[in-house]
């Protein structure tokens, strides 16, 4: 293994295990099969074969923007190379690691699952920066904040209307994966009314989405295997593409440098600290090394990702004409732009047969078009601003195989 170190369950907690599934023991914290949902309950009941949690997971599949993730950013931009992890990836990655813990946990694993598949839907394209730019456009004329978080529940409870349990929901919204925590405890909730207050806060106070908390353990888990999900493989993405020379220019703090050895010792210490307990937690050392690990990464490769300049001098620009462009064809109902022909058209022609439409007479101009953007993959969006301005003077260069 070249010197790297992985850690095991101890044989204590392992046998601890063995007994309580040969004893059918239950956690008493996991999340019931309970569903909780905001419309039709008798109508969309949980079925012996199909349960609550498993229905959340494959309305979101069938969701048309779920197919979305194969070409959206997660952290690299502008490469074409079909070995960098896209949001496709990241998710299922997210999804494995979390069932992984939860399965030793004893927690309800189709929740983790339904949380894990939705947690980006809402993200823009070109990850990351173009959600900030976004979000930046949209409060200046709006007073309110574009959260990729909360556009992922506000596509699946909102625009697409599939009737998603609260419980799948607030995990969505508060998977965070920007910030660690060395305990998550969730705060358990029943009533959707909380649930619609706190997408409105996030909206409206910048600091929203650092207050939110969990409210169930299956989200809490899944919070954490975000950042588990990429802190390696981010590193994994970065050697492949140059930007580093080698996993050499990590610190090894107690959890290793390389993408298996941190997903095998942060998943098993988490087991081992949180087996049978109402909390997700690791000790003051993991947390330490954990958060000093996602801080090498902003250091050593998202803030030296070489497009930085594509960025301030193609893709923003790019936004910014793009959304007054759609604005304008919007507010003057020029039905012949894509605003209404490949978004407002599109998701109505989806849930029209459930008789269903996108309600856009309840929200702001600038809502649809956040909304239209933010469903955009990174070559939609560069071919959509070529189709609406032809001849325009930005012209985007991705890196090659052979660059």
Not at 32 to 58: F, H, M, Q
Not at 171 to 188: D, F, S, T, V
Not at 216 to 237: N, P, S
Not at 250 to 272: K, P, Q, R, Y
Request: hydrophobic share 30%; net charge negative.
């Amino acid at each position: 293994m070249g010197g790297k170190h992985y850690i095991s369950l101890s044989e204590e907690l392992q046998e601890r295990i063995r007994e309580d599934r040969k004893n059918h023991v239950e956690n008493p914290f996991a999340c019931s099969e309970d569903a909780i949902v905001r419309r039709n309950p008798d109508r969309d009941k949980a079925t012996l074969w199909r349960p609550g949690y498993v229905r959340d997971c494959e309305k979101i599949m069938h969701t048309p923007y779920y197919n979305r993730y194969q070409d959206k950013t997660q952290v690299f931009s502008l490469y074409k190379n079909d070995d960098i992890t896209r949001r496709s990836v990241h998710v299922q990655l997210v999804s494995r690691i979390a069932r992984n813990i939860g399965k030793a946990l004893n927690l309800n694993l189709d929740l983790i699952e339904a949380i894990s598949l939705g947690h980006d839907i809402g993200h823009t394209p070109f990850g990351h920066a173009v959600e900030n730019k976004l979000s930046e456009i949209y409060h200046g004329r709006t007073g309110k904040y574009f959260n990729h978080n909360i556009q992922s529940a506000r596509i699946l409870d909102e625009i697409f209307s599939v009737n998603l349990s609260l419980q799948t929901l607030d995990g969505i919204i508060c998977h965070n994966g920007e910030m660690e925590l060395e305990k998550y405890q969730p705060r358990a909730y029943t009533d959707f009314a909380a649930f619609d207050e706190k997408m409105q806060d996030c909206m409206v106070n910048k600091d929203g989405v650092k207050k939110l908390v969990p409210n169930t353990l299956e989200a809490c888990v899944m919070r954490v295997a975000d950042i588990i999900a990429y802190l390696g493989k981010d590193r994994q993405d970065a050697r492949k593409l140059g930007l580093i020379e080698s996993d050499d220019c990590f610190g090894d703090l107690g959890i290793g440098t390389i993408n298996a050895e941190i997903i095998n010792n942060m998943s098993v210490h988490i087991i081992e600290r949180s087996y049978g307990k109402p909390y997700i937690s690791m000790d003051s050392n993991f947390y330490k090394a954990f958060s000093q690990g996602k801080k090498e990464n902003y250091q050593k490769i998202y803030r030296h990702d070489s497009n930085t300049k594509v960025f301030d001098e193609q893709i923003y620009p790019m936004l910014e004409e793009l959304y007054n462009r759609l604005l304008k064809d919007y507010t003057e109902v020029k039905k012949s732009s894509p605003i209404f022909t490949h978004h407002i058209d599109y998701i109505n022609s989806h849930i029209g047969n459930y008789g269903k439409r996108y309600e856009t007479e309840k929200y702001s101009a600038d809502d649809i078009v956040v909304d239209y953007i933010a469903s955009m993959t990174d070559d939609y969006f560069v071919d959509v601003f070529d189709y609406l301005f032809p001849g325009n003077r930005y012209r985007i260069n991705y890196i090659g195989y052979f660059d």
